[in-house]
């Protein structure tokens, strides 16, 4: 395999690399449109949902990582009492094999090719054999913005052909891939022989737990919203919704009624709402679930197989692949539909009655990705949020709801943190342990003065001092510390500061601050607008803080 290509890219600085993909991310912006009807016709999504969301995401991102490489750091250590000084950099590992899903094509590739080239790398892309179109126009997209060849190559294919081979390539030691969690397993195995570096977003059956006290007009469009958009074809769609006893009868009726309003139709039409499934067979597995769930004493309350009228679609668009969203009540959290990834538009609601019991049956799935809290108690928010394993919980809006991240604006579906530290699977860490030397004026000279380690050059100047008590150990702590992420479960929460009682605490944003009191706690600290809005003019790490 030529590598070059990937040797003459990561020489190009941050700056530089940057600049390419903000090229990029124009040339998509100004053919926006273009973009978003080809991806509608590929995938069979509204046209208006590509326009609103898949292409300004793509572009959105390309430009997040075109800037968030510039603000990478390097860390130091310096222990005095052993006279030594640790530093820890951050390389690009090589070539890294990007394999993309078919649900929202051009945006979770360019999630993928964005920080893989932003840190250095080249990739070799695999997008799915089923929505390929918008990548190939992609790869016109980069050639026009002057993208080095070599740094971005797309190869089309089937996964047990093309994607199986770029797995077992002994000189690709990095795979992502967002897909199915049998085909995650495959890859797995496939890889374990060369040890590679794997990034894998699988499948999840996602919940959404609405108490008494929700208010149900935020409530119900958003619950409504994440069940159905994209036909439910996303991985943090909400397809288990847990409703508080109380409030579970006027829950039940609001949600059927709203999604009955949902327009089932051409993608190409501006009232759709709903538009067609990927293919014929993913129609006929998704409906497959309904009948299963009848099979389970499940009660169908709208959409497929129940006693609504037939999808009224256009003479030539009847043969396609469209079904209704449907809603089932009325099944054990042991069945198959409460316990297995539909994605479709179908989703379950069934009551509750302790905040101990829906945290268990929540987490009662084999795996997990997304969770909602709908709630006007704070403190019931956050606890509950921090007692569902495998999910990253939401919580948005006057009564603290989660969004499932909102596919209609407002919120981003993804969180930008998230994304900072999703770049570091492409990078290669290096630690060096140096000892100082008296050294030439041209090498540099490390003078200890005042508890400092100051390090001089006639090229560069120390970016950080380091007190000799900071690390009075004899390795390497700030490696450690980032050691003992192999061992934590990370989890997301997004929250949007809402006006509330003294007890619960208020955030208030004033003179450009933003303040948080309590009773029980006062704000850690005040940041400005400016810390966030002008990197080039503030602490830098103070910006790694927060992002953080």
Known sequence: MNIKPHLVWSSLSPEVRGQHLHKIADILESRLDEFAEIESRDQGKPVGLAKKVDIPRAVLTLRFFATAIQHTLNDSTVQSKFGVFNYTTKNPIGVAGLISPWNLPLYLLTLKIGPCIAVGNTCICKPSEMTSVSAWMLC???????????????????????????????????????????????????????????????????????????????????????????????????????????????????FIEATRKLKVGPPTESTTDVGALISKEHLAKVKGYVDIAIEEGGRIECGERSQDEELSLPESHRNGYFMRPTVITNLKDTSRCMQEEIFGPVTCVVPFQTEEEVIERANGVQFGLCASVWTTDLGTA??????????????????????EYDFAGGASCCNWSQLLRGKESYFAGKAFLLQPVAATSRQGKLLRRKGLLVATSRSYFAARKVTSQERPSCCNQSQLLRGKRNYFAGKALLLQPVAATSRQGKLLCRKGLLVATSRSYFAARKVTLQDICRPSCCNQSQILCVKK
Do not use: W
């Open 140 to 254: 016109e997209v980069m050639k026009q913005a002057g993208l080095p060849p070599g740094v971005v190559n797309m190869v089309f294919g089937y996964g047990h052909k093309v994607g199986q081979s770029m797995v077992e390539h002994p000189e690709i030691p990095v795979i992502s891939f967002t897909g199915g969690t049998a085909t995650g397993k495959k890859i797995i195995s496939s890889s374990a022989a060369n040890f590679k570096k794997l990034s894998l977003e699988l499948g999840g059956k996602n919940a959404a737990i609405i108490f008494d006290d929700a208010d149900l007009e935020q409530c119900i469009p958003m619950a409504v919203r994440s069940s159905f958009t994209n036909q439910g074809e996303v991985c943090i769609a909400t397809s288990r919704i847990f409703v508080q006893e109380k409030l579970y009868p006027r829950f039940l009726e609001l």
């Open 382 to 403: 956050h606890r509950v949020a921090h007692k569902l394993e495998g999910f990253a919980p939401a919580t948005s809006r006057s009564n603290i709801a989660a969004k």
